[in-house]
T-cell receptor, first 113, second 115 residues
Framework: AQSVAQPEDQVNVAEGNPLTVKCTYS??????LFWYVQYPNRGLQFLLK??????LVKGSYGFEAEFNKSQTSFHLKKPSALVSDSALYFC???????????FGQGTTLQVKP | KAGVTQTPRYLIKTRGQQVTLSCSPI?????VSWYQQTPGQGLQFLFE???????NKGNFPGRFSGRQFSNSRSEMNVSTLELGDSALYLC??????????????FGPGTRLTVL
């Protein structure tokens, strides 16, 4: 079955520290992976995607994600967190079998000053 | 370029009523997808429309339906509302169907409350 897991409901980090939001996936065939962010009372905003090529993908607002095929992971990272990064983050994988974008449950990132 | 717009932003209905939500995609985008977001179930795919045809459907009962017009605008309808239909309904548009390569652009959502 195609699935996405975000093992942490919440991640807390101090401003200026590096952050990691974890994501693992299970999909048949080549994975097409995405990260989205959702601020309160707003829709999701696209951050970055992995389709093919370099395992390190750079996206918006200084975020990057590392694709690891052997560990079936696509963790979101940022070298130095900002308070304004506090939001709900979703990892998603496109399932070629179903033609659908499957989202993880989301991880709330809390960056404290 | 204007983003994805959804109307209305907030809606309160009672059980048994029906509701229609509207979504206008980004200009030039022909694919529109709908999602239901709840605290318990997260983001659940409802359906995708492309060129006025439903291309894909999630695991929702037949009370949930949708359509797409020739200008790519889309509507979704929920009939015989139940308390469990209370959710944020998100619409997303993309250039092409399938979502394999193209990121989706989301609207702000319609918050539906069923009393």
């Amino acid at each position: 079955a195609q699935s996405v897991a975000q093992p942490e409901d919440q991640v807390n980090v101090a401003e200026g520290n590096p952050l990691t939001v974890k994501c693992t996936y299970s999909v048949s065939g080549n994975p097409y992976l995405f990260w989205y962010v959702q601020y309160p009372n707003r829709g999701l905003q696209f951050l970055l995607k992995y389709i093919t090529g370099d395992n390190l993908v750079k996206g918006s607002y200084g975020f990057e994600a590392e694709f690891n095929k052997s560990q079936t992971s696509f963790h979101l990272k940022k070298p130095s967190a900002l308070v304004s990064d506090s939001a709900l983050y979703f990892c998603a994988v496109f399932s070629g079998n179903t033609g659908k974008l499957i989202f993880g449950q989301g991880t709330t990132l809390q960056v404290k000053p | 370029k204007a983003g994805v717009t959804q109307t209305p932003r907030y809606l309160i209905k009672t059980r048994g009523q029906q509701v229609t939500l509207s979504c206008s995609p980004i200009s030039g985008h022909r694919s529109v997808s709908w999602y239901q977001q709840t605290p318990g179930q997260g983001l659940q795919f409802l359906f995708e429309y492309f060129s006025e045809t439903q291309r894909n459907k999630g695991n929702f009962p037949g009370r949930f339906s949708g359509r797409q017009f020739s200008n790519s605008r889309s509507e979704m309808n929920v009939s015989t509302l139940e308390l469990g239909d209370s959710a944020l309904y998100l619409c997303a548009s993309s250039l092409e169907a399938g979502g394999r390569h193209n990121e989706q652009f989301f609207g702000p959502g319609t918050r539906l409350t069923v009393l």
